[in-house]
């Protein structure tokens, strides 16, 4: 009986261990699937770990490298990124902006209707600005700030502009001179008759300040032609420096007169163009400055290169000229001069205009006026 029981028992054991062995086997099957399931997922979750890093990297990279300025800023006005466009535009590293609100920044912006204006470091520059909420779960997070320089491009649409107007204007100014310098030429005939033929006196003089005053009207009608004409240059090389020492020169006992002070610093660099229209236009910039001038100031020439252009800047401490002026002061026959003819300025632009040059004009009203002439490095 009790070898019966013993057995049944190892027969039991023996089913027991069968069983284990098949539980066994299967769940080192089990085991096996499961870690090929979880090495695949580990590749999946790797792959798109990496594809995650790597659309970073590229979006990090569009950036960087957008010319637009592109700002982070969190829920409370805190700048999370700045790009490099971003810190030129605003004159900071991002690194330095670390828990800085954006409006603890040196700038203010004054919009328009088609742009706004952004002021910074004491420069101006036109830009189009949009904003784009961050928000996730519908949760407010902040904003992302885009900011467009569209400078060049608006002084670019500033000179088509004012092309057009002299163009209109010189078309204008050639028909104006062609009516009156005939009738004025015998008029100068007839007065230079009749003050040879009175004696000195009264009539002599009244027939000497008709003569003189047909001169005025003879030099401005000269210059409406000058402003009016397109120039033909007779292209030289030649020194900047010389230039301008020699329209200096023309222009001292001016100064002197006015006890102005002159300083200049104006590299040598190497000028092709029209030796003499190129004085002509020297010559008006600085005779506005020195009129602009109070007695005992002082006028600054200098020199630079920018953006591939070699400047000429000349600058005055004088009353500087008003916002709505600064556009108009290169139209033909506008001046704030009670004397002026406003065409000084004009055929200035004119002259450098067909040397493929421009003007560019910075004042504010009480602290002066500075005018660069801008030559392409390649006459």
Not at 56 to 63: G, I, S, W
Not at 76 to 103: C, Y
């Amino acid at each position: 009986m009790d070898l019966a029981l013993l057995n049944k028992a190892f027969e039991d054991f023996t089913k027991a261990s069968k069983s284990l062995e098949d539980y066994y086997r299967h769940l080192s099957q089990r085991i096996v699937y499961l870690t090929k399931e979880l090495e695949s997922k580990n590749r999946q979750l790797n792959k798109a770990l990496s594809e995650v890093e790597r659309n970073r990297d590229l979006l990090r990279e569009v950036l960087y490298n957008l010319e637009e300025a592109v700002v982070v800023v969190d829920k409370n006005e805190k700048i999370v990124m700045m790009n490099p466009s971003a810190e030129r535009l605003f004159g900071v590293k991002a690194k330095d902006t670390e828990g800085i609100r954006l409006s603890d920044l040196e700038f203010s912006i004054e919009y328009r209707a088609t742009d706004a204006i952004l002021s910074v470091n004491g420069k101006r520059y036109h830009i189009i600005i949009s904003k784009s909420s961050l928000t996730s779960g519908g949760l407010f997070q902040g904003e992302v700030i885009l900011i467009k320089d569209i400078t060049k491009q608006k002084e670019l649409e500033m000179q088509y502009e004012r092309n057009q107007r002299l163009i209109s204007m010189g078309e204008m100014a050639i028909k104006i001179v062609h009516e009156i310098r005939n009738p004025l030429c015998s008029i100068e005939l007839f007065a230079s008759m009749l003050e040879r033929e009175v004696q000195e006196g009264r009539l002599k003089e009244l027939a000497r300040g008709i003569s003189n005053g047909i001169k005025n009207l003879d030099n401005i009608l000269t210059n409406m032609l000058l402003f009016a004409r397109n120039h033909k240059l007779i292209k030289y090389p030649f020194s900047l420096k010389k230039i301008v020492k020699s329209v200096i020169n023309m222009l001292y006992p001016i100064m002197e007169s006015k006890a102005l002070s002159l300083t200049e610093s104006v590299e040598d660099y190497e000028i092709i163009g029209d030796i003499e229209l190129l004085k002509q236009s020297f010559m008006n910039i600085l005779i506005n400055a020195i009129q602009a001038e109070p007695e005992g100031g002082n006028v600054s020439i200098y020199s630079g290169y920018e953006d591939e252009h070699i400047v000429l800047y000349i600058k005055d401490n004088g009353p500087g000229i008003e916002k709505e002026n600064i556009e108009r002061i290169f139209d033909p026959f506008f001046s704030t001069k009670d004397r002026g003819t406003g065409l000084g300025l004009t055929i200035a632009a004119k002259i450098m205009q067909a040397h493929g040059g421009f003007i560019k004009v910075k004042s504010e009203p009480g602290k002066g006026s500075e005018f660069s002439l801008w030559f392409p490095r390649k006459g």
